[in-house]
């Protein structure tokens, strides 16, 4: 069946960066877009960016665009998220989540979520 296990999360200080990865098994990884969505505590989920199957097209929500860079290593079914100059609103369990589709769509199947703490 579909697995997906993040990594990665951890502690950091406001400024720092931290480097997520979700590895995918049971389907083929390249023939499905990739996304990340964060819940942060006692906040609804927040979609955070998107990848295309080929990896050739990636989409970032507003609150992360130009620091934090999606990507994906098809032949390692790993998707990463970069995260750089991180904020404490950041602080978030991160999701990867499978789209049904080798472009941004519905998703079908999810993570266990990675915890992402940013605090001095």
């Known amino acids: 069946q579909v697995q997906l296990v993040e990594s990665g999360g951890g502690l950091v200080r406001p400024g720092g960066s931290l480097r997520l990865s979700c590895i995918g098994s049971g389907f083929t990884f390249s023939s499905s877009a990739m996304t990340w969505v964060r819940q942060a505590p006692g906040k609804g989920l927040e979609w955070v960016s998107d990848i295309s199957g080929s990896g050739h097209s990636t989409y970032y929500g507003d609150s992360v665009k130009g620091r934090f860079t999606i990507s994906r290593d098809n032949a390692k079914n790993t998707l990463t998220l970069q995260m750089n100059s991180l904020k404490p609103e950041d602080t978030a369990v991160y999701y990867c989540?499978?789209?049904?589709?080798?472009?941004?769509?519905?998703?079908?199947?999810w993570g266990q979520g990675t915890l992402v703490t940013v605090s001095s």
């Open positions: 989540a499978k789209d049904q589709a080798p472009v941004p769509a519905a998703l079908d199947a």
